[in-house]
């Protein structure tokens, strides 16, 4: 890793040069080489390509003693402490009381479209001629019972209908963007390397990968520490939708991945404890996207543009 450094030299300065001059000669000296200093990001996209994620932390830890990668694990660990709802209240989380509740607005839309429909055309198809008028509404009337059925039974089948046809709602994709780029500032603010993504309907996620935190997780041997942190990142995507939306949509997959954390820590944790444990992840990374919010919009951009891994840990840094 190296910053490739060509510095233009002022010319030699003439005796009786004024101050103004001087200063001038100075500044055009500091442009100069702030515009010829690059940073080589080869390494960095390597170890990304490569799905290395120690490759990828050591990358960017050389990036960050060269003062490009700031953002990178600039987060100081915190350690968890009883949170309350009128916290999130204050920091502006809206209807902070339900965040914990799954969403049923998708398949609610879902069944209800299915059932209106359904029963629409199986009303136009009783017009129909001799045993067509019976048998025709008797079928696409079955429908409907069908989808319930398999709702019932095994509702996991459905999700990617469902998911397919969340896409009608007008903030649908821009509310993937931002879930999804919640969890890849706040890892990589906490120093975990996000090594892939995908804002597609139904595969929405980022690939956290890490062998180390990995051994962790097989053996069951979480601490603290790792547990907070994981617990933050995973409570990032619901943060982002409560700052921005009445309704927090996208919090089951959320909320899933951080019981799974959650069953794997020594000591276990009681019922009270894991509530205030993800109170308090969501008051961090609230914090965390409040105040890293031109980072953030940067990133739900770079995202919405399919941009690479690298490109978006550029607009992280970019960001103003």
């Known amino acids: 890793m190296a910053i490739v450094?060509?510095?233009?030299?002022?010319?030699?300065?003439?005796?009786?040069?004024?101050?103004?001059?001087?200063?001038?000669?100075?500044?055009?000296?500091?442009?100069?080489?702030?515009?010829?200093?690059?940073?080589?990001?080869?390494?960095?996209?390597?170890?990304?390509?490569?799905?290395?994620?120690?490759?990828?932390?050591?990358?960017?830890?050389?990036?960050?003693?060269?003062?490009?990668?700031k953002r990178w694990s600039s987060q100081p660990y915190m350690s968890r402490r009883t949170t309350s709802l009128r916290e999130l209240t204050n920091l502006g989380i809206k209807n902070a009381e339900n965040l914990a509740i799954p969403s049923v607005r998708n398949d609610a839309a879902f069944l209800f479209t299915v059932v209106g429909t359904t029963g629409f055309l199986a009303v136009l198809a009783g017009q129909l001629p001799g045993d067509w008028g019976f048998f025709v509404p008797y079928l696409t009337g079955s429908i409907s019972l069908v989808v319930l059925a398999i709702g019932s039974i095994s509702p996991g089948l459905l999700q990617v209908a469902i998911g397919s046809f969340s896409a009608v709602f007008p903030d649908y994709q821009e509310r993937i963007a931002r879930h999804e780029a919640a969890h890849f500032l706040v890892a990589y603010l906490t120093g975990l390397p996000i090594l892939g993504y995908s804002l597609d309907i139904g595969k929405e996620h980022v690939n956290l990968v890490d062998d180390q935190l990995q051994k962790l997780l097989y053996s069951g041997q979480l601490d603290q520490k790792e547990v907070d942190r994981l617990a933050v990142i995973s409570m990032a995507g619901l943060a982002a939708e409560g700052l921005e939306y009445d309704k927090v949509v996208g919090q089951s997959a959320d909320l899933f991945t951080l019981q799974r954390f959650l069953n794997r820590t020594k000591p276990p944790l009681g019922k009270a404890q894991q509530q205030n444990l993800t109170r308090w992840a969501v008051l961090i990374a609230a914090s965390l996207l409040k105040n890293n919010k031109a980072a953030h919009d940067a990133l739900v951009s770079a995202m919405s543009q399919k941009a690479t891994v690298l490109g978006c840990i550029e607009a992280i840094e970019n960001a103003s």
Request: charged fraction near 30%; charge should be positive; hydrophobic fraction near 45%.
């Open 5 to 69: 450094a060509g510095l233009v030299a002022p010319a030699a300065k003439p005796l009786g040069l004024s101050g103004a001059r001087r200063r001038q000669h100075r500044g055009r000296w500091r442009v100069a080489a702030a515009a010829a200093a690059e940073v080589d990001l080869k390494a960095l996209g390597s170890a990304i390509d490569k799905k290395d994620s120690q490759e990828a932390r050591q990358a960017l830890d050389e990036l960050k003693e060269l003062g490009w990668a």
